[in-house]
């Protein structure tokens, strides 16, 4: 997979590290193995942990916060 003459991976770290700068409070990750599994893996501000869950799941989570 190319996006603008790098790899997807390379796009991911470099969206990833942005994210980070902005302080945006959560990163969402939506790969073929979220899309089969019908899942959303997230990493909040500040962690280094990424966390799969539901997509019902995460909406309650947002709706919590």
Do not use: A, W
């Amino acid at each position: 997979c190319l996006q603008h003459g790098t790899s997807c991976h390379s796009s991911r770290e470099v969206l990833m590290r942005e994210s980070v700068m902005k302080k945006i409070p959560y990163s969402i990750i939506i790969g073929q193995k979220e899309v089969d599994n019908k899942n959303i893996s997230y990493r909040k501000h500040g962690s280094e942990e990424t966390i799969t869950v539901s997509i019902n799941e995460f909406i309650e989570l947002l709706k919590d916060n």
